[in-house]
């Protein structure tokens, strides 16, 4: 079985399909592979598109290197086009508002869904663990006297008459 590394993927929109460069075991030959994206329209899940062409007999080797969530945002592309949307809106539409800014109780489901596991990414990629060579057992910050404090109206000794 011989082994394929992924070097670069991306889209085609008429046929619609995912196209691979990618680079076999030996590493001297590089080659390109079309992946026709079959039974998708704008209506599509494109999670489970992604997974389930990840996951085809025919494509699954040279998939294996390629990351889920890219197959995900390129069939993210390939629906918006499939919806009238431009490359640029697309892209613009997945990186979404700042995450600190944005509502998330106002989202749908599948959308909430999506932010969660964005965040999910987020905080194991920043985690620290004990193998890290910077890592510090119970580490204690202490913060300058002087330092700008955010007032909060839990603060106020008012609300703690009652008990």
Not at 63 to 91: C, F, K, N, Y
Request: glycine share 4%; net charge negative.
């Amino acid at each position: 079985m011989m082994s394929i590394k992924a070097k670069q993927c991306g889209i085609k929109f008429n046929p619609p399909s995912i196209i691979l460069i990618y680079e076999n075991g030996d590493g001297r030959n590089i080659r390109k592979r079309v992946i026709p994206v079959r039974n998708f329209s704008q209506y599509s899940d494109c999670s489970r598109a992604a997974e389930r062409l990840k996951h085809h007999v025919r494509h699954n080797l040279y998939l294996e290197s390629v990351p889920l969530a890219q197959l995900e945002r390129l069939h993210t592309v390939l629906r918006d086009h499939l919806r009238g949307l431009t490359i640029e809106e697309s892209l613009a539409a997945q990186r979404g508002p700042d995450l600190h800014e944005e509502d998330l109780n106002k989202l749908s489901d599948e959308e909430l869904s999506r932010r969660k596991a964005q965040m999910d990414v987020l905080f194991e990629r920043n985690k620290r663990h004990k193998d890290d060579p910077d890592f510090v057992y119970d580490l204690e910050v202490e913060f300058p006297e002087h330092s700008v404090r955010e007032t909060c109206s839990w603060d106020e000794d008012q609300s703690d008459e009652g008990f």
